[in-house]
């Protein structure tokens, strides 16, 4: 257990439709990265927050976007909906240690399916 | 062409054989290195992790990167079952405050039969 959690585990949704995936970091994590997994394309980095604030960008699309709260859990939202979204999404969490060696911790993903 | 080129496989071994695993990248850049094991259905848990050229070994696992060619390896020395899994290389070029984003290979799935 890498102590990131992801609600929910599984979605099934239709086309044009929007949801919304949790991701709570590990405690202490200031960053959180969202990657997007399919079988085409392999792990995606989306984006990152750190500590509440973006701090890149990757392959993310104008329909999806994303958000750090306070408390450092992020939502990742998907509007919008097109079968090509159908994937796994995992979050992130890390936190720069004192010794220079930084860990992307990995959720367990969420796995979504658009019909 | 991608910026992390890996062999899917997949690649079937038997009990005990030793394992080679490779990325190849095309981003001078990368600084940090990192293998990933993907059981599946579960994310991605890190294995390894290096710092610009050289080895770093821990256990049965061995890591290299040879700079010059843009070449990483992973080595699995007397593999077990349990190893059966996908292999995701990892990589980044960012250092600042945070790791930054990360570079993955597609993953090589393996099987270690007994």
Known sequence: DSGVTQTPK???TATGQRVTLRCSPRSGDLSVYWYQQSLDQGLQFLIQYY???ERAKGNILERFSAQQFPDLHSELNL??????DSALYFCASSVAPRDGQETQYFGPGTRLLVL | QKEVEQDPG????PEGAIVS???TYSNSAFQYFMWYRQYSRKGPELLMYTYS????????????????SKYISLFIRDSQPSDSATYLCAMSADRGST????YFGRGTQLTVWP
Do not use: M, W, Y
Not at chain 2, 53 to 68: L, Y
Not at chain 2, 99 to 102: F, P
């Open chain 2, 21 to 23: 695993l490779n990325c």
């Open chain 2, 10 to 13: 997949p690649l079937s071994v």
């Open chain 2, 99 to 102: 790791l930054g984003r990360l």
């Open chain 1, 10 to 12: 599984h979605l099934i």
């Open chain 1, 51 to 53: 500590n509440g604030e």
């Open chain 1, 79 to 84: 509007s919008s909906l097109e079968l090509g």
């Open chain 2, 53 to 68: 050229s050289g080895n770093k070994e821990d256990g049965r696992f061995t890591a290299q990167v040879d700079k010059s």
